[in-house]
């Protein structure tokens, strides 16, 4: 879903100012030290989330490069453009645009642009909008980015904030509940970053082979609390196919594209992100690089210990 270039600059002109005190009242715990952090999305590199979160993890004390699609990239997946030439340009200092997916934009920022600097971690987000449930975090650009990093061997973190589908058509901001809902939520990433940080005993912030996947509904201060989660069998929208005109069965011609959409619905599997998520809680699911085996509960476990004592608020 796209916004307007004239609206984006006006909510991150907004943020700047919303943001500016946070530079006095976030702190770093003693002896951790700043995190390089490597901040991507599939949204673009304007998007006011992106830029919002940038903001708060510098105002603790990261050092925060934005390398991200020069354009809305959202449903791109793992793919990448197909091109013997990619413009990479720094459109401020620290922000770099990539005319690619998200996918090619991770590689781009390892490979080049902080080959010499490595991230400490990888941050996804936040999208906008929620990314729950396999089939969508199956074609997220926001999580495939982050998953990308973690094949790669940085630890990584995808984070998208929800909509209400209710609030497209809103006056005279389109979503309301999530524009209001950014400075909590990129204030709970960033305490969610500093908690990882504090608990690593080895210096890493995750496991070489965990990576979070994180939903964050709206409105935030309707949040019940934090939930650690299985990716679901349904998700927020999908598409589905009809064939009104009867074309398949004489050799094929137009048929009708049209969403279904799934809030309301109980996801059958057990624990699923998504029934977290419509419940009102912080849905965290644990990912890793392989697809052919989960993780052990004891690397599940350990993950929630670490981040026990995680308030919303």
């Known amino acids: ?3 307007s270039r004239s609206f984006i600059v006006f909510v991150v002109l907004l943020l700047m100012v919303v ?3 946070y530079g006095t009242l976030q702190g770093k715990a003693p002896g ?15 998007s006011p989330f992106i830029q919002a979160l940038r903001g708060m993890l510098m105002a603790a004390g990261h050092n925060v490069t934005i390398v991200a699609p020069l354009e809305n990239q959202s449903g791109t997946g793992a793919t990448l453009e197909d091109a013997e030439w990619v413009e990479v340009l720094e459109q401020a200092p620290g922000v770099w645009s990539v005319d690619n997916t998200p996918t090619g934009a991770v590689i781009i920022a390892l490979d080049l642009i902080m080959a010499d600097n490595p991230p400490d971690l990888i941050i996804s987000g936040p999208n906008f909008g929620q990314n729950m ?7 997220s650009g926001t999580v495939n980015a982050a998953h990308l990093g973690l094949q790669k061997g940085f630890p990584a ?16 901001i389109p979503f309301p509940s999530t524009f209001a ?3 909590p939520a990129t204030q709970f990433i960033t305490q969610l970053v500093e908690q990882l940080q504090m608990t690593s005993h080895d210096g890493s912030i995750l496991s070489p082979d965990t990576m979070l996947n994180i939903n964050i509904p709206v409105p935030y201060d309707e949040i019940e609390g934090i939930k650690f989660t299985r990716l679901g069998k349904l998700t927020f929208a999908d598409v589905a196919f009809a064939d009104p005109d009867n074309v398949i069965p004489s050799g094929g011609g137009m048929v009708q594209a049209y969403p279904v959409f799934y809030e309301g619905l109980v996801d059958p599997v057990p624990n699923a992100d998504t029934n977290a998520f419509w419940e009102n809680y912080i ?14 509960l004891s690397i599940v476990n350990k993950i929630k210990q670490r981040l026990n004592g995680l308030a919303v608020n």
Do not use: F, W
Not at 32 to 46: A, E, F, K, V
Not at 158 to 172: D, F, H, V
């Open 1 to 3: 879903m796209k916004l």
């Open 19 to 21: 943001l500016a005190p």
């Open 32 to 46: 951790t030290g700043p995190l390089n952090i490597l901040l991507t999305n599939d949204d673009g590199y304007q």
């Open 133 to 139: 449930g396999l089939r969508a975090s199956t074609a």
């Open 157 to 172: 973190i995808a984070c998208s904030l929800g909509i209400i589908i209710e609030e497209m058509n809103e006056t005279p």
């Open 181 to 183: 809902s950014i400075v």
């Open 283 to 296: 849905a965290i699911t644990i990912m890793d690089g392989d697809m052919s085996t989960p993780h052990p």
